[in-house]
């Protein structure tokens, strides 16, 4: 379970990284994208605070392996992998709208 955890705060890491250089890169990027991701942010920080907090606070908790706690820890993973690709998805959508832009402009 311990493990398990660590992969969750693995997880969520990269979001983070991921959030933090959409944030970087912002500007090109719609407002709605924008609150998405902070959205995101908010939520991965939560979780990692949440799993830190569990580890100094509870830490039987995680070597329990409990079908409860297994559970919240794999819907935390699960959100986390949502989460990195939805990011990709805003980025690489925003790009698909620039390249289309500049080929209308080019052929009309």
């Not at 979780?47 to 606070?57: D, I, P, Q, T």
């Not at 706690?69 to 990195?84: D, E």
Request: glycine share 6%.
């Amino acid at each position: 379970m311990l493990l398990i955890a660590i992969t969750a705060v693995f997880a969520y890491s990269l979001v983070i990284a991921r959030c933090i250089w959409f944030a970087a890169n912002g500007n090109r990027f719609r407002q709605d994208d924008r609150t998405e991701v902070m959205f995101i942010v908010t939520a991965s920080t939560l979780y990692v605070l949440a799993h830190l907090a569990l580890w100094l606070m509870e830490p039987w908790k995680l070597a329990s392996n409990s079908p409860a706690s297994s559970l919240i820890v794999a819907h935390t993973i699960f959100c986390g992998g949502y989460f990195f690709r939805r990011i990709g998805a805003l980025v690489d959508g925003r790009d698909r709208r620039q390249v289309q832009r500049r080929v209308r402009r080019a052929h009309g």
